[in-house]
């Protein structure tokens, strides 16, 4: 067998692998509808942290907004570096106005 050096073996893609395109995005959850429609009226569109109760948005409702698009990180933030801010994309805004 003929050395590769740190080449890793061949992987088949898989669906998770590939960025979503403008034709794989999906209609919201009502979450992260009401989620997203927060950000309008925020400088910048950023999203809230917190719900309406002051409890921490679920971060799968946040990566999976990302995921698809809507939702991009903004900064780091050095006091709670797991908190991930975010602030709407075009496309988040246009879903969450209803375009």
Known sequence: MKHMGNALPARSETPRDRA???????S????????LRRGLSQPGGKLPLFDNWG????DQTVRSCIAQGWAEPWF?????????????TAAGRAIAAGN
């Open 76 to 88: 780091a933030n050095p006091l709670k570096p797991d908190w991930l801010v975010c602030k709407l």
């Open 20 to 26: 979503p395109t403008a034709d794989q995005h999906s």
């Open 55 to 58: 409890q921490r948005v679920n």
């Open 28 to 35: 919201p959850s009502p979450a992260q509808l009401k989620w």
